[in-house]
């Protein structure tokens, strides 16, 4: 089948639909645009004959607007019709891989999968290439986990697009709904033929015809036309145009292992298309394992931080004396770190205590506490190595003060073990935010980081 076929085929009466909304609101847009006369506005205006011509106009105006969103609605759903054939191409070269003879993968393998873990691998590389064009609508789908392997992989996704994007901002909730909005409406089934004589095969085998169908539910939006042109989701109350895209590969499933000229189907050699492990020693991996997938509060830990230095760095290239000792009559650097941390999101613990009139005062982590790596901060712990967006203190009495605090932006590990970076703070010297080197100076001591334990 052309490529060009899948794009129309199962969604005829989309296309044709399109183009008779483009057509009619063309139409209509050309022929009011031609009887408009601004002479003929104007005098209306002036007089109230002809009022009664308004009320075609009123009345043709629900029409109008179910033309523009007709298209807009028809734009999106084939917009996913064209996604679903390269997530039903993904999906099928996943199954090609995971999905050989459950008697392939001897269970005593290090990378034995169980089948419905690798059904679930299928499912995730449909969802990963439906991803963008999914519906992150609270209405469509819930906030609730969809277990810590997909957390995990969304995680990772994400993780992946925040490096390659510049560390573009984006609501991780809102990105969240969308795959899990993909996992659940994409649904897909698999049939195997026979290269020879063209039938069902009941098992899958190499070089046999792996034909994959994937079925998605594409969200309509709009309460009319869902009514007029869909129906009713499976998965939740709302409106869908259910999407059918069918593919064909050739499956790179059981590998036999050859002897001269001679096949051997009793001697399997792969077990995944791959060869991830010796048959003759099940134990001996021959992969290197992958990197654990980060999970999503790690991500949001990273995406925290991030936002902390932003905020911290735009207060110091701003100059500001917000926090300044005018202003507050003492040292400030501990309450602009928790004003800052504050603002990303961060929680900060407060002491409260009543003063001498009898009023409550409450108050963050002093400086001296910060320094003190004894103190016990609820939600924070004490680490040795610190990343960009940790706290960083170092106690010291004086007059009016306990120490210093601020936030490290950047950090280095040099090779014999010492530590450089820049930090935030307010400075007692210029009574402003600065980013400097404090906190990893050779002459700063005792310094004690501390990260959120989220």
Same mark, same amino acid.
């Given at each position: 089948?052309?490529?060009? /076929?899948?794009?129309?085929?199962?969604?005829?009466?989309?296309?044709?639909?399109?183009?008779?909304?483009?057509?009619?609101?063309?139409?209509?847009?050309?022929?009011?645009?031609?009887?408009? @006369?601004?002479?003929?506005?104007?005098?209306?205006?002036? !007089?109230?004959?002809? @009022?009664?011509?308004?009320?075609?106009?009123?009345?043709?105006?629900?029409?109008?607007?179910?033309?523009?969103?007709?298209?807009?609605?028809?734009?999106?759903?084939? =917009?996913?019709?064209?996604?679903?054939?390269?997530?039903?191409?993904? $999906?099928?070269?996943?199954?090609?891989?995971?999905?050989?003879?459950?008697?392939?993968?001897?269970k005593t393998a290090p990378d034995y999968t169980p089948m419905e873990d690798r059904e679930l691998m299928v499912r995730l590389a449909a969802a990963r290439s439906m991803w963008p064009?999914?519906?992150?609508?609270?209405?469509?789908?819930?906030?609730?986990?969809?277990? %810590? +392997?997909?957390?995990?992989?969304?995680?990772?996704?994400?993780?992946?697009?925040?490096?390659?994007?510049?560390?573009?901002?984006?609501?991780?909730?809102?990105?969240?709904?969308? +795959?899990?909005?993909?996992?659940?409406?994409?649904?897909?089934?698999?049939?195997? +033929?026979?290269?020879?004589?063209?039938?069902? @095969? &009941?098992?899958?085998?190499?070089?046999?015809?792996?034909? #994959?169908?994937?079925?998605? !539910?594409?969200?309509?939006?709009?309460?009319?036309?869902?009514?007029?042109?869909?129906? %009713?989701?499976?998965?939740?109350?709302?409106?869908?145009?259910?999407?059918?895209?069918?593919?064909?590969? *050739?499956?790179?499933?059981?590998?036999?292992?050859?002897?001269? /000229?001679?096949?051997?189907?009793?001697k399997l050699s792969k077990s995944l298309g791959i060869r991830y492990y010796d048959l003759s020693n099940p134990n001996k991996t021959l992969q290197t394992t992958v990197d654990k997938?980060?999970?999503?509060?790690?991500?949001?830990?990273?995406?925290? @931080?991030?936002?902390?230095? &932003?905020?911290?760095?735009?207060? $110091?290239? %701003?100059?500001?004396?917000?926090?300044?000792?005018?202003?507050?009559?003492?040292?400030?650097?501990?309450? $602009?770190?928790?004003?800052?941390?504050?603002?990303?999101?961060?929680?900060?613990?407060?002491? =409260?205590?009543?003063?001498?009139?009898? /009023? *409550?005062?409450?108050?963050?982590?002093?400086?001296? %506490?910060?320094?003190?790596?004894?103190?016990?901060?609820?939600?924070?712990?004490?680490?040795?190595?610190?990343?960009?967006?940790?706290?960083?203190?170092? $106690?010291? *009495?004086?007059?009016?003060?306990?120490?210093?605090?601020?936030?490290?932006?950047?950090?280095?590990? /040099?090779?014999?073990?010492? #530590?450089?970076?820049?930090?935030?703070?307010?400075?007692?010297?210029?009574?402003?935010?600065? !980013?400097?080197?404090?906190?990893?100076?050779?002459?700063?001591?005792?310094?004690?980081?501390?990260?959120?334990?989220?």
């Amino acid at each position: 089948m052309p490529i060009w /076929n899948h794009y129309i085929a199962g969604v005829e009466d989309i296309w044709c639909l399109l183009g008779a909304s483009v057509f009619l609101c063309v139409l209509l847009t050309w022929r009011l645009l031609r009887s408009m @006369a601004l002479h003929r506005i104007a005098s209306f205006h002036r !007089e109230q004959s002809g @009022a009664t011509y308004m009320l075609p106009l009123v009345l043709t105006m629900p029409f109008y607007v179910l033309l523009i969103t007709m298209i807009i609605e028809c734009t999106l759903m084939l =917009t996913a019709k064209i996604g679903s054939v390269g997530a039903a191409y993904a $999906a099928a070269r996943a199954a090609a891989v995971w999905l050989p003879y459950e008697s392939a993968m001897p269970k005593t393998a290090p990378d034995y999968t169980p089948m419905e873990d690798r059904e679930l691998m299928v499912r995730l590389a449909a969802a990963r290439s439906m991803w963008p064009y999914a519906s992150g609508s609270k209405s469509h789908v819930s906030d609730e986990p969809l277990g %810590e +392997f997909i957390d995990a992989t969304i995680a990772q996704q994400i993780e992946v697009f925040q490096h390659y994007s510049g560390d573009q901002k984006f609501d991780l909730d809102y990105v969240y709904r969308k +795959f899990a909005y993909a996992l659940n409406a994409s649904r897909i089934s698999i049939d195997y +033929f026979d290269p020879i004589t063209g039938t069902v @095969a &009941e098992k899958p085998a190499f070089n046999s015809k792996l034909q #994959l169908t994937l079925y998605y !539910e594409a969200p309509i939006h709009t309460f009319g036309v869902g009514r007029l042109f869909g129906e %009713e989701s499976q998965v939740g109350k709302y409106f869908v145009r259910p999407i059918m895209t069918t593919v064909s590969i *050739e499956n790179e499933g059981v590998k036999p292992s050859v002897a001269g /000229n001679k096949i051997s189907p009793d001697k399997l050699s792969k077990s995944l298309g791959i060869r991830y492990y010796d048959l003759s020693n099940p134990n001996k991996t021959l992969q290197t394992t992958v990197d654990k997938p980060i999970s999503r509060n790690q991500l949001s830990a990273t995406n925290l @931080a991030q936002q902390v230095i &932003e905020i911290g760095r735009r207060y $110091a290239h %701003e100059n500001s004396g917000r926090w300044s000792v005018a202003r507050y009559g003492s040292f400030t650097c501990n309450i $602009a770190v928790a004003d800052i941390l504050i603002e990303a999101g961060v929680k900060v613990p407060v002491t =409260t205590r009543t003063n001498m009139f009898g /009023n *409550e005062v409450s108050r963050p982590p002093l400086a001296g %506490e910060w320094g003190d790596s004894a103190s016990i901060i609820p939600g924070w712990e004490v680490v040795t190595i610190p990343k960009p967006g940790d706290i960083v203190a170092i $106690a010291e *009495e004086g007059h009016g003060y306990s120490g210093h605090v601020g936030i490290v932006s950047s950090v280095n590990v /040099n090779q014999d073990g010492t #530590l450089t970076g820049t930090t935030i703070s307010q400075s007692s010297y210029t009574d402003t935010i600065v !980013e400097n080197d404090w906190g990893f100076r050779p002459d700063n001591i005792g310094q004690v980081f501390w990260r959120p334990t989220m």
